[in-house]
């Protein structure tokens, strides 16, 4: 799991993109309002971006965590895993987003294994693990799944905790942006 929060973003030497346009489909773009869990207009699957020379400034500076961590394998791009883990950033939980073709892909391992080793590192450094499909968003916590259905780009999720008999018992919300 990377933070990129106070280090020169590059990736591991030797990964490049190659086919995997993954990350145009699965994530929200902003400036173009493209939501996630779609193809950006602009994308040609498999093959690149249609605009690559004036394409938006979260595109140029995104890569996702296949990109900056070499000892994932190739089993761990995301377009063989379909599903495309975000770097930490600042204060950020951790996002792993999903091809809405492949909700499950996630669940096999060795992806599963893994992620809920994220979810136990997340949890020792405040944050936490979120997945999204799409529109709908599962907050994976340390002790359980929740899922919060639609969530919309502008929401926020909060998850917070309570000391029970067994240890800390936790549960995720959504708090909607007002309208
Ligand atoms: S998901 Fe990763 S490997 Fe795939 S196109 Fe995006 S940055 Fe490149
Ligand atoms: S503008 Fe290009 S790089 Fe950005 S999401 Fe669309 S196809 Fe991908």
Request: glycine letters at 10%.
């Amino acid at each position: 799991m990377t933070d990129t929060s106070s280090s020169q973003i590059e990736p591991a030497a030797g990964r490049a993109c190659g086919s995997c346009t993954m990350c145009c489909k699965v994530l929200l773009v902003g400036e173009l309002q493209k939501p996630p869990g779609v193809w950006c207009k602009h994308a040609k699957p498999g093959q690149g971006c249609g605009i690559y020379e004036t394409r938006p400034g979260s595109c140029r500076e995104f890569f996702c965590e296949w990109m900056l961590d070499g000892k994932f394998g190739p089993e761990w791009k995301p377009d063989v895993a379909k599903f495309v883990v975000s770097p930490l950033t600042g204060e950020s939980n951790l996002l792993i987003a999903v091809d809405p073709n492949f909700p499950n892909a996630w669940r096999r391992d060795p992806y599963h294994q893994q992620i809920r080793q994220w979810v136990k590192t997340c949890e020792s450094m405040g944050r936490f693990v979120l997945l999204r499909i799409g529109g709908r968003c599962i907050a994976l916590l340390p002790d359980k799944e929740v899922d919060l259905g639609a969530v919309g780009p502008e929401d926020d999720v909060f998850v917070s905790r309570e000391m029970g008999p067994a240890g800390f018992v936790y549960s995720a919300q959504v708090r909607r942006k007002a309208v």
